[in-house]
């Protein structure tokens, strides 16, 4: 089973491929020229020239840079990990006396520039990937499988509760549907004890939210009515646990009970191009007291997908035509060692 041991970001040689990556590198080079662009201007009003002109030379050889360790990825990743790091040091080396090279040579830099060049790229290379390892360290599979865990246990008693009200409010009126019910609950029950690390596959993650509605329904009658909308879309596709039924929670909790009609949830879950969508809309009953729990829910869901997904997930929500949306955005494949 596919888990959290398996990401990228739990990898101290990164994941090239990766926008989170892609952006820290951008990032780091981009300050570190400025850095330099202000150490070598001769005062404050010809920094931003100075910059330009090392951004002219820095970015080629950023971009081509990516470019390579992108496609050597995963070789680099099976070697060990000095030897990895070594390799991106010589790709950086090589590629800085390339460039430098090819400017002596139409007389743009002197012999000097291009050894300058050359230290000046290795040197920023290995700031970066001792970031890299340092971050990896701190994202280390126990690391995030314990935070994981502390995530997850907050939405549990939550979920368990809500689901164990729904059955004791049937048990004397409906004590058949109360059967029923309880088996449902146990599902539940075994659902969240699974190992917050493990991903689920999303056809287990609808099965364990029409469950939960389920429940729902039997507790608030027809008050509350339920939109699935599943387009073509593999169910065998890995996602992390529990990412719809806190969502769901939030739906009933603070569209459905506070109004004495009820409303629809619409669940929508549809693929774009490599991205998997799910979408999670219900009624807005105007109560802002519960925006805070519904935020902290929010947060919760937020920081795990960070811990699966870094930057390659995200989760916005918004109020519109007084409805209330949740939009989860979701890498649909991921290559893993």
């Known amino acids: 089973m596919t888990s959290i041991r398996h990401f990228p970001a ?7 491929r990766n926008f989170g990556v892609m952006l820290r590198v951008l990032l780091g080079v981009n300050a570190l020229a400025a850095l330099a662009a202000l150490v070598r201007a001769p005062d404050l009003a010809g920094w931003p020239a100075q910059f330009i002109d090392l951004a002219s030379v820095v970015e080629p050889l950023m971009l ?52 300058r060049g050359v230290l000046l790229a290795v040197a920023t290379t290995a700031l970066l990937l001792l970031y890299f390892e340092l971050r990896a360290r701190a994202l280390s599979p126990a690391q995030a499988e314990a935070r994981l865990a502390a995530l997850n ?28 019910a309880l088996e449902s609950l146990s599902d539940l029950f075994r659902a969240a004890m699974r190992d917050p690390a493990e991903l689920v596959s999303l056809a287990d993650e609808i099965a364990l939210g029409r469950q939960y509605l389920e429940l729902e329904q039997l507790r608030l009658g027809e008050r509350l009515t339920v939109d699935w909308q599943i387009g073509q879309i593999s169910l065998g596709l890995p996602i992390p646990p529990l990412m719809l039924q806190p969502l769901l929670e939030n739906a009933v909790y603070h569209g459905i009970e506070p109004s004495p009609s009820g409303g629809t949830i619409r669940i929508e879950i549809a693929r774009r191009g490599d991205e998997l969508e799910i979408r999670i809309a219900n009624p807005t009953a105007g109560r802002p007291a519960h ?47």
């Open 291 to 337: 925006a805070v729990g519904n935020q902290m829910a929010l947060a919760n869901i937020r920081e795990r997908l960070a811990l699966y997904y870094d930057l390659e997930a995200r989760l916005e929500s918004e109020v519109a035509d007084h409805r209330y949306e949740v939009r989860i955005v979701l890498p649909c494949q991921r290559k893993h060692r």
């Open 64 to 115: 081509i840079g990516l470019g390579l360790l992108s496609l050597v990825r995963d070789q680099l990743w099976r070697l060990r990990l000095r030897s990895g790091q070594a390799c991106v040091l010589g790709l950086a080396a090589s590629l800085a006396a390339a460039l430098y090279g090819y400017a002596w040579s139409l007389a743009l830099v002197d012999g000097g520039g291009v050894l």
């Open 10 to 16: 739990t990898h101290p040689l990164p994941d090239w």
């Open 153 to 180: 246990a907050r939405i549990r008693p939550h979920f368990l509760f809500n689901s164990l009200n729904a059955v004791l409010s049937l048990i004397r009126a409906r004590p058949q549907q109360a059967e029923a």
